[in-house]
């Protein structure tokens, strides 16, 4: 079997030496200078130039142009599901994360489709990648409250952690969110408390670091939407 192999090898470099082709030529390069390239997912792989990445699909062709908002990480973490455990930006349920730094310095994180249009707006703290077409995430309204003796802007921040389907709906409230600095020097993001342990189930972490297990299925099923 081996040397049946090596003859039909032997055959294809003879037939490239009696043309103008070259193993070079045949292998032409479709991109260039590419850094870092990740697993297809979706149909769609991340190729990396610098701190930029786009999306090629299966044919070698760049579908998303190179881009410096979608969610990734040199170091992820292993053990989380959020956006600190992303290695490599990718599409689940049609969707990859994106990021987005507003005015107070600190990131919020939302979801583009295959076209790279932003469907889910950058509106969350934190935010697991969608399976089952949900996901988690930590919703940050901001309402303007009027203006300080120095005519600063004074806004008021609530925080829901919730479960949000892959229209950008909230579908499922789990539970309100405290302790959250929106300053910039005091900021950390902050962890989710809850994961997706099925369609219809959620695991809880509480305050005493045990857990409690949740339905989640009845608001979505009844297609009813909560007020954000």
């Known amino acids: 079997m081996k040397r049946i192999y090596l003859l039909l090898l032997c055959g294809i470099l003879f037939s490239f030496m009696g043309t103008s082709q070259t193993i070079e030529t045949i292998n032409t390069p479709i ?7 990740a697993p297809f997912s979706e149909g769609l792989a991340a190729v990396r130039q610098g701190e930029l990445w786009g999306f090629i699909d299966k044919t070698g062709e760049l579908v998303i142009d190179f881009r410096d908002d979608v969610v990734w990480n040199k170091n992820p973490d292993p053990d989380r599901t959020d956006i600190k455990g992303i290695r490599y930006p990718r599409f689940k349920n049609g969707l990859c994360p994106i990021q987005q730094t507003k005015d107070e310095g600190i990131v919020y994180y939302g979801f583009m489709d295959y076209q790279g249009q932003v469907v889910i707006e950058p509106e969350y703290l934190n935010v697991t990648e969608f399976n089952d077409n949900r996901a988690v995430g930590i919703y940050c309204r ?6 300080n003796s120095f005519q600063l802007n004074i806004y008021e921040y609530t925080f829901t952690e919730a479960i949000l389907n892959t229209e950008g709906e909230i579908v499922w409230p789990i539970k309100t969110r405290d302790g959250i600095s929106m300053i910039k020097k005091r900021y950390e993001m902050p962890e989710l408390t809850a994961s997706l342990i099925s369609s219809d189930l959620i695991a809880i972490k509480t305050k005493d670091n045990d857990f409690e297990i949740s339905l989640i299925k009845t608001l979505d099923q009844n297609h009813e939407k909560l007020e954000r």
Not at 31 to 37: C, S, T
């Open 31 to 37: 991109i260039k200078g590419l850094d870092e390239v």
């Open 142 to 147: 901001k309402t303007f409250r009027g203006k």
